[in-house]
């Protein structure tokens, strides 16, 4: 079943909310292959397996927020509560919801937040031999700086004093 879903498909459901990378309650329930409220109902009966940090709603300037974002449902905006999930809570789920599609789903959803990370990872390794670079640089760029003052000094012309025509008392 994970092969019949591309990483790229579940990586696009992934939002950045509060901090943390999320999914929403509506793209789990399709993935899963279940009506969102049915998602919702199986949370609700396990609430104490979904703590906040796995499980939150979103504030109606979130839900708005999101809706411009998100293309695939245009009821987004209209919806009264919006759950997301973070990775914990993901995996939390296929313990809730008992079905051989689930699992698979969570394994591919699992994969690529795994791909994300590593992917997050090689962008900060490359941004702080970025910042390694500029210092190096910023360095350079103060020698070079100098040396180019030194030349301009040396091709300016000395002004000798002028000659003053006339008698001096």
Do not use: C, W
Request: proline share 3%.
């Amino acid at each position: 079943m994970s092969d019949l879903i591309p990483v790229e498909r579940i990586e696009n459901r992934i939002y950045l909310i509060r901090g943390q990378k999320v999914m929403l309650d509506r793209d789990l329930a399709e993935l899963y292959g279940v009506p969102t409220f049915v998602l919702n109902q199986a949370v609700k009966r396990n609430l104490e397996r979904f703590p906040s940090d796995f499980m939150f709603s979103l504030t109606r300037q979130e839900i708005i927020r999101i809706s411009q974002i998100v293309i695939s449902s245009s009821t987004l905006k209209f919806s009264k509560n919006v759950n997301v999930f973070t990775e914990q809570g993901i995996a939390m789920l296929s313990s809730v919801l008992h079905s051989s599609q689930a699992i698979q789903i969570n394994i591919a959803i699992m994969r690529a937040f795994v791909k994300l990370r590593k992917f997050i990872l090689g962008h900060k390794k490359l941004a702080q031999k970025f910042k390694g670079l500029e210092k190096r640089l910023g360095k350079h760029d103060v020698e070079i700086q100098a040396i180019l003052d030194a030349f301009r000094q040396l091709m300016t012309p000395e002004e000798k004093p002028k000659r003053r025509i006339g008698f001096e008392v």
